[in-house]
T-cell receptor, first 112, second 115 residues
């Protein structure tokens, strides 16, 4: 079945530091890949997505590239702000089916 | 548009009680779903619906029922609450089950505690 694996543990970093969150996936077909973000006390919202190999999703300074050869979709941001503190979820859906499979999420804490 | 709304925001139940979590969307979305979020587990799909009158089970359906009589509403029923159902529940919707890379819109969540 489909599954998503995110790196273990929370991420704590200083303002203006570089952020990387790793995400790898297992899927039978050609999935669409997503990063969702959850701010404290809120529901999830879409951060960015990519629907085919080599596509790059980007939004609010965040980027992720769909790498079919390594089955990865790592999230990066060059200079984080305190307002980026949130939980980040990697997810996938199969072609023709909107069921999302989520990774466990990573808590990101940005310290001023 | 209000988007996806959920009620109640918080709920405490005793073991064995039943209740319904409400979810509504005003975007005319075909696809709706329920997830539960537990610490260290990510979000897991409980049930989903691809249109009015059509529902199906997700990854963790036991102990929950759903129905979809209208496009707008997708209530989740707990038949006999158990402590293992203590969780945060999110409803989500998207335009279609078949659109590639369709964004899902999430409600604000219901925090349920079963004692």
């Amino acid at each position: 079945g489909n599954s998503v694996t995110q790196m273990e543990g929370p991420v704590t970093l200083s303002e203006e530091a570089f952020l990387t969150i790793n995400c790898t996936y297992t899927a039978t077909g050609y999935p669409s890949l997503f990063w969702y973000v959850q701010y404290p006390g809120e529901g999830l919202q879409l951060l960015l997505k990519a629907t085919k190999a080599d596509d790059k999703g980007s939004n609010k300074g965040f980027e992720a590239t769909y790498r079919k050869e390594t089955t990865s979709f790592h999230l990066e941001k060059g200079s984080v702000q305190v307002s980026d503190s949130a939980v980040y979820f990697c997810a996938l859906s199969e072609y023709g089916n909107n069921r999302l499979a989520f990774g466990k999420g990573n808590q990101v804490v940005v310290i001023p | 548009n209000a988007g996806v709304t959920q009620t109640p925001k918080f709920q405490v139940l005793k073991t064995g009680q039943s209740m319904t979590l409400q979810c509504a969307q005003d975007m005319n979305h075909e696809y709706m779903s329920w997830y539960r979020q537990d610490p260290g587990m990510g979000l897991r799909l409980i049930h989903y619906s691809v249109g009015a009158g059509i529902t199906d089970q997700g990854e963790v359906p036991n102990g929950y029922n759903v129905s979809r009589s209208t496009t707008e509403d997708f209530p989740l029923r707990l038949l006999s609450a158990a402590p293992s159902q203590t969780s945060v529940y999110f409803c989500a919707s998207s335009y279609s089950n078949f659109a590639v890379g369709d964004e899902q819109y999430f409600g604000p969540g219901t925090r349920l505690t079963v004692t």
